[in-house]
């Protein structure tokens, strides 16, 4: 008997891998891209310390890398805190010091602005969303680009979070 979402997507995966998940644009992508992605999220968000019942920040927008972070927290027992990119420096940086996430998955734009004012420190990691090799090549030192985790191979050495 399937009890939770999670236990209904891997049973999808295992039955329907080709089957389309998402659409996006003009992208569609197979349960079994989803569930790729979304191991490697968890394998990326635990190398970066996040564990069971900690909290992330996600403020990327309508684009799939949202619902993969969402899903991947979600598998891990992570809070994931999803807010709007267009609310605001001011307003994100008062959402995110509230939240306290471990790791805040945002715009290069944001990421650069919030890594020159010193904000992440220590407590939050600040990871770029990168639309293309131009973007990347803004990143600054010391963050890392969302989609250089995503390109990265699942590691099935790596101990991950159970479904919840």
């Not at 991947?72 to 995110?96: E, H, N, W, Y």
Request: hydrophobic share 45%.
């Amino acid at each position: 008997m399937i009890r939770t979402l999670a236990e209904y997507f891997n049973r999808t995966v295992d039955t329907h891998p080709e089957k389309i998940a998402l659409h996006f644009g003009k992208r569609s992508y197979t349960y079994r891209d989803f569930d790729r992605v979304t191991r490697v999220l968890v394998q990326c968000l635990q190398a970066n310390g996040v564990r069971r019942q900690d909290r992330i920040v996600i403020c990327l927008g309508n684009v799939p890398e949202t619902l993969w972070l969402f899903w991947a927290a979600l598998r891990m027992g992570v809070c994931a805190s999803v807010i709007a990119p267009d609310q605001g420096t001011d307003k994100i940086r008062f959402i995110v010091g509230d939240a306290e996430p471990k790791v805040l998955v945002c715009s290069v734009e944001l990421a650069t602005e919030l890594h020159a004012d010193g904000f992440a420190g220590k407590s939050v990691r600040l990871v770029a969303h990168c639309r293309d090799d131009a973007q990347r090549a803004l990143v600054p030192d010391g963050l890392d680009c969302l989609q250089e985790w995503i390109a990265r191979p699942v590691d099935p050495a790596m101990c991950w979070a159970s479904p919840l």
